[in-house]
Antibody, heavy 118, light 107 residues
Framework: QVKLLQSGAALVKPGASVKMSCKAS????????VSWVKQSHGKSLEWIGEIYPNSGATNFNEKFKGKATLTVDKSTSTAYMELSRLTSEDSAIYYC???????????WGQGVMVTVSS | DIQMTQSPASLSASLGETVTIECLAS??????LAWYQQKPGKSPQLLIY???SLQDGVPSRFSGSESGTQYSLEINSLQSEDAATYFCQQHHDYPYTFGAGTKLELK
């Protein structure tokens, strides 16, 4: 079955960067878009952007352009998101997701908690 | 960006009751709407897609409907395991946007 296994929690200092991973299994990695979603503590969800592993094509929420970089490693079926110039506003849980049934956000990873603190 | 106004923010209901959660889109999203359920400490799970199609494995007491730009999620015969936060999301246009969420508590 489809599984998206994300990397562990991260504690990072303000101004630094963090790179998280999302290892896919149970399907052909290159055939489906991978989206990333942010959930700030106790709040709603924000779509960050998506990447198509086969071509590397991306689409971003304007709000996260310059903040998030999306990449993939097809050899390991892993998607990555790097967040740069971190501030306390970036403290959140970040989910990777995969599209299904034409729905961009169908399957979800378990989430990565990122805490930005000095 | 398309705004998704979700209501109510929270509600409390008893076992066996029926509840309705609504999302109002700021423009026509042509049924490109999904509903998700999120339990504490867990990832959201897809319940409904294309406004009214039930995702595989989701109990039939969940249903979705639409009227113009108003979308509704109905949960019939509430069960204890339905206590969760529910979100709507439009995927008609970039950026995909979510409603603020509805926290459902069981009395």
């Amino acid at each position: 079955q489809v599984k998206l296994l994300q990397s562990g929690a991260a504690l990072v200092k303000p101004g630094a960067s963090v790179k998280m991973s999302c290892k896919a299994s149970g399907y052909t990695f290159t055939d489906y878009w991978v989206s990333w979603v942010k959930q700030s503590h106790g709040k709603s969800l924000e779509w960050i952007g998506e990447i198509y592993p086969n071509s590397g094509a991306t689409n971003f929420n304007e709000k996260f352009k310059g903040k998030a970089t999306l990449t993939v490693d097809k050899s390991t079926s892993t998607a990555y998101m790097e967040l740069s110039r971190l501030t306390s506003e970036d403290s959140a849980i970040y989910y990777c997701t995969r599209d299904t049934t034409g729905i961009p956000v169908g399957y979800w990873g378990q989430g990565v908690m990122v805490t930005v603190s000095s | 960006d398309i705004q998704m106004t979700q209501s109510p923010a929270s509600l409390s209901a008893s076992l066996g009751e029926t509840v309705t959660i609504e999302c109002l889109a700021s423009e026509d999203i042509y049924s490109n709407l999904a509903w998700y359920q999120q339990k504490p400490g867990k990832s959201p799970q897809l319940l409904i897609y294309d406004a009214s199609s039930l995702q595989d494995g989701v109990p039939s007491r969940f249903s979705g409907s639409e009227s113009g730009t108003q979308y509704s999620l109905e949960i019939n015969s509430l069960q204890s395991e339905d206590a969760a936060t529910y979100f709507c999301q439009q995927h008609h246009d970039y950026p995909y946007t979510f409603g603020a969420g509805t926290k459902l508590e069981l009395k």
